[in-house]
């Protein structure tokens, strides 16, 4: 059961990161912290959505997400008997979004064309567990954050040009660093390879340098804040019968506290007092089953529902809601331990719309969406 136990925390984020809630590629998992012993892992895949749908002007919007590829890094070293500390790099947030120019564009058929988004950002946790003898633990640790981004808002859907509407607008954030905190307690009965462990991840305040300007021309340069959430993880395990392990986590995020505002529009906008990213708060269930086949194979199947928030969201952000499943198989050989994951997730229907919250116009329907990943994890026990 051991073999398998130390296995399934990785089974969980190998292949897991797609479109999540928000502009979440990844869980945020400290599952290295729990491994035996001094531990080391790489992990590293790729992720192949396809968004698209019909736009007001009843135009295919064609495929505006594209496909990127992720990558992590994780060191566990056991101190004592009781305290342990973990350093994890990993890219849990990130968009590219770019809804494509027509090849013989009009008034009527250039309603998002040229929109699009696209962040990157790399985290980086450094974490402490003690275990108590009565099974409890506690961890926790800081997590610094590196990001940048960029937005391109064109089309009639933005309204057109100034000083009708806001179409041609360009902002662009310089990477900036962000420190916030991680906190949690666990509870494990090894005889049974159960564990629940509880997380907070704190918010993490960014100070941007914000460019803004209209079709490549810089307008105005200030500083500027952007929080990504905060979040609470709950996860378990529990052995079911011999060799055999259930497994599962609840994620909430508070994706309400993530906004970006412009700086240069006037008060209110032509299209109303409008951020351009406001993103409704996200719960994801996961359940699945690991099971030991040999001596040297595991394997695992899991289950994701992430429910739909809100009527209607931002064109920078095109998906709501998403069901998924991952195959996983594990193969460990002496202190090695190889882990590869394939995903298919459906991306639930969403209504794109522009304007102030509440009372939004309907600029694209997006209802045929997908995404396929494949992640590999390598891990070394010493």
């Given at each position: 059961m051991k073999r398998i136990v130390t296995g399934i925390g990785a089974l969980l984020a190998s292949a897991a990161p797609v479109l999540a809630g928000g502009i979440e590629r990844a869980p945020q998992s400290l599952a290295p912290l729990f491994e035996q012993g001094n531990y080391a892992e790489l992990s590293f895949g790729g992720v192949n959505p396809t968004v698209q749908g019909t736009d007001a002007a009843g135009f295919g919007t064609g495929d505006v997400a594209q496909g990127y590829g992720f990558f992590g890094l994780a060191y566990k070293h056991q101190f004592t008997d009781?305290?342990?500390g973990a350093i994890i790099v990993e890219q849990p947030f990130g968009a590219d979004i770019r809804y494509p120019m027509l090849a013989a564009p009009s008034p009527l058929m250039d309603v998002l064309d040229g929109t699009a988004v696209e962040v990157n950002s790399t985290t980086y946790t450094a974490l402490l567990r003690y275990k108590f003898e009565n099974n409890f633990s506690v961890?926790?640790?800081i997590r610094?954050?590196?990001?940048?981004?960029k937005v391109r808002l064109r089309g009639t859907g933005y309204g057109g040009a100034p000083p009708t509407g806001v179409s041609g607008y360009d902002l662009d954030l310089d990477g900036a660093w962000g420190m916030g905190w991680v906190a949690g307690v666990a509870y494990e009965m090894p005889e049974i390879a159960a564990r629940v462990s509880l997380t907070y991840n704190s918010p993490i305040t960014h100070d941007f340098k914000m460019h803004e300007g209209f079709s490549g021309t810089e307008i105005a340069a200030d500083d500027y804040e952007v929080k990504t959430p905060r979040s609470w993880t709950l996860e378990g395990q529990t052995g079911i019968a011999a060799?055999?392990?259930l497994f599962g986590s609840i994620r909430w995020v508070k994706w309400s506290e993530f906004k970006v505002d412009n700086l240069i529009f006037p008060r209110p906008t032509p299209l109303g007092d409008v951020p351009l990213v406001e993103v409704e708060d996200t719960t994801t269930y996961t359940i699945g089953v690991g099971r030991?086949?040999?001596?040297n194979w595991s394997g695992s199947i899991s289950f994701l529902y992430e429910p739909s928030e809100g009527d209607t969201v931002s064109p920078l952000a095109p998906v709501n809601g998403r069901k998924g499943?991952?195959?996983a198989a594990v193969y460990t050989m002496d202190n090695i331990k190889i882990t590869t994951g394939i995903n298919y997730t459906k991306l639930g229907d969403a209504t794109l719309g522009v304007?102030?919250?509440?009372?939004k116009r309907e600029v694209a329907r997006m209802d045929d969406s997908d995404a396929w990943g494949i992640g590999v994890r390598i891990g070394y026990s010493f």
């Amino acid at each position: 059961m051991k073999r398998i136990v130390t296995g399934i925390g990785a089974l969980l984020a190998s292949a897991a990161p797609v479109l999540a809630g928000g502009i979440e590629r990844a869980p945020q998992s400290l599952a290295p912290l729990f491994e035996q012993g001094n531990y080391a892992e790489l992990s590293f895949g790729g992720v192949n959505p396809t968004v698209q749908g019909t736009d007001a002007a009843g135009f295919g919007t064609g495929d505006v997400a594209q496909g990127y590829g992720f990558f992590g890094l994780a060191y566990k070293h056991q101190f004592t008997d009781n305290l342990s500390g973990a350093i994890i790099v990993e890219q849990p947030f990130g968009a590219d979004i770019r809804y494509p120019m027509l090849a013989a564009p009009s008034p009527l058929m250039d309603v998002l064309d040229g929109t699009a988004v696209e962040v990157n950002s790399t985290t980086y946790t450094a974490l402490l567990r003690y275990k108590f003898e009565n099974n409890f633990s506690v961890h926790g640790g800081i997590r610094g954050s590196h990001a940048d981004g960029k937005v391109r808002l064109r089309g009639t859907g933005y309204g057109g040009a100034p000083p009708t509407g806001v179409s041609g607008y360009d902002l662009d954030l310089d990477g900036a660093w962000g420190m916030g905190w991680v906190a949690g307690v666990a509870y494990e009965m090894p005889e049974i390879a159960a564990r629940v462990s509880l997380t907070y991840n704190s918010p993490i305040t960014h100070d941007f340098k914000m460019h803004e300007g209209f079709s490549g021309t810089e307008i105005a340069a200030d500083d500027y804040e952007v929080k990504t959430p905060r979040s609470w993880t709950l996860e378990g395990q529990t052995g079911i019968a011999a060799d055999t392990l259930l497994f599962g986590s609840i994620r909430w995020v508070k994706w309400s506290e993530f906004k970006v505002d412009n700086l240069i529009f006037p008060r209110p906008t032509p299209l109303g007092d409008v951020p351009l990213v406001e993103v409704e708060d996200t719960t994801t269930y996961t359940i699945g089953v690991g099971r030991k086949f040999t001596e040297n194979w595991s394997g695992s199947i899991s289950f994701l529902y992430e429910p739909s928030e809100g009527d209607t969201v931002s064109p920078l952000a095109p998906v709501n809601g998403r069901k998924g499943v991952t195959l996983a198989a594990v193969y460990t050989m002496d202190n090695i331990k190889i882990t590869t994951g394939i995903n298919y997730t459906k991306l639930g229907d969403a209504t794109l719309g522009v304007g102030p919250s509440g009372n939004k116009r309907e600029v694209a329907r997006m209802d045929d969406s997908d995404a396929w990943g494949i992640g590999v994890r390598i891990g070394y026990s010493f």
